[in-house]
T-cell receptor, first 117, second 114 residues
Framework: GAGVSQSPSNKVTEKGKDVELRCDPI?????LYWYRQSLGQGLEFLIY????????KSGLPSDRFSAERTGGSVSTLTIQRTQQEDSAVYLC???????????????FGDGTRLSIL | GDSVTQMEGPVTLSEEAFLTINCTYT??????LFWYVQYPGEGLQLLLK?????DKGSNKGFEATYRKETTSFHLEKGSVQVSDSAVYFC?????????????FGQGTILTVHP
């Protein structure tokens, strides 16, 4: 079956522009996570969705970052007024459920490589 | 807060050598532990997991045992192959109000030479 799909795979944009990153999780997975992978910070959690709600947004680094999920499926991560420090690989993962469960493995997409000029 | 510490890399081995990558963790409660692998040019893949103390996860010849007394989850393989060259990440998920989010170690680069 289809895995987690992310688009675009690469995005180059100028500082100050807004960007949208898309994640299409595995069908039937109610939990969706966004992570960021950068050279200096490693892999960092950004936000967690259970269905369409986001009970944990604690990893979003600033109010320039926002995310939404619709129909319990596709999620969009938006970065406004991009800065050079936003350059990283943004990873999306999904699992059957996250609520109260620690043992569900997460399935990752290939990521979006974001470069801010 | 929760944290994961992996041994410093990079690790360079010859084919058929024994591999150990150390991983220790700090967490409240009873986390689940995972090893993820990232092959060159690919995304993160789950390698193995263990969900309670003394559980052993295994896959593709790799093994790791959940040791609560030493808060460790070291990855081992008896005989590595060139195709095992990748970045390996140890991770934990504390469940409960952490909603299953993963806390990762910094990653260990493994290079295996023929």
């Amino acid at each position: 079956g289809a895995g987690v799909s992310q688009s675009p795979s690469n995005k180059v944009t100028e500082k100050g522009k807004d960007v949208e990153l898309r994640c299409d999780p595995i069908s039937g997975h109610t939990a969706l996570y966004w992570y960021r992978q950068s050279l200096g910070q490693g892999l960092e959690f950004l936000i967690y969705f259970q269905g369409n709600s986001a009970p944990d947004k604690s990893g979003l680094p600033s109010d320039r970052f926002s995310a939404e999920r619709t129909g319990g499926s596709v999620s969009t991560l938006t970065i406004q007024r991009t800065q050079q420090e936003d350059s990283a690989v943004y990873l999306c993962a999904s699992s059957l459920t996250g609520w109260g469960y620690s043992n569900q493995p997460q399935h990752f997409g290939d990521g979006t490589r974001l470069s801010i000029l | 807060g929760d944290s994961v510490t992996q041994m410093e890399g990079p690790v360079t081995l010859s084919e058929e050598a024994f591999l150990t990558i150390n991983c220790t963790y700090t967490a409240t409660g009873y986390p689940s532990l995972f090893w993820y692998v990232q092959y060159p040019g690919e995304g993160l893949q789950l390698l193995l997991k263990a969900t309670k103390a003394d559980d052993k996860g295994s896959n593709k010849g790799f093994e790791a045992t959940y040791r609560k007394e030493t808060t460790s989850f070291h990855l081992e393989k008896g005989s590595v192959q060139v195709s095992d060259s990748a970045v390996y990440f140890c991770a934990l998920s504390a469940g409960g109000t952490s909603y299953g989010k993963l806390t990762f170690g910094q990653g260990t680069i493994l290079t295996v030479h023929p």
